[in-house]
């Protein structure tokens, strides 16, 4: 069955570094757009970036534009999130997707990152 496992969140300090993982199975990995999202309490989850099936375009929230770095292995099935300069403003329940046109959306169960000193 399809499965998306989010791993590496935890508490850190403002400032601080984490690295999120997204490992996939049950499905093509290499076919997909990988994204990642996050869920602060009380507001919408949104969208904070995105990579494209082979790697080569990234996209990425403006508010967190040359802090974070998403990344893929598609020989691994995972993709990364490189957080830097983690700001208290980053804490949230951090989710990845896995989505293609015209194919059914799949989430991870999400990570739980809190930033703070």
């Known amino acids: 069955q399809v499965q998306l496992v989010d791993t590496g969140g935890g508490l850190v300090q403002p400032g601080g570094s984490l690295r999120l993982s997204c490992t996939a199975s049950?499905?093509?990995?290499?076919?997909?757009?990988m994204s990642w999202h996050r869920q602060a309490p009380g507001k919408e989850r949104e969208l904070v970036a995105s990579i494209s099936s082979a790697g080569g375009y990234t996209n990425y929230a403006d508010s967190v534009k040359g802090r974070f770095t998403i990344s893929r292995d598609n020989a691994k099935n995972t993709v990364y999130l490189q957080m830097n300069s983690l700001k208290p403003e980053d804490t949230a329940v951090y989710y990845c997707?896995?989505?293609?046109?015209?194919?059914?959306?799949?989430w991870g169960q999400g990570t739980q990152v809190t930033v703070s000193s």
């Open positions: 997707k896995a989505s293609r046109p015209h194919s059914l959306d799949y």
């Open positions: 049950g499905f093509t990995f290499s076919m997909y757009t």
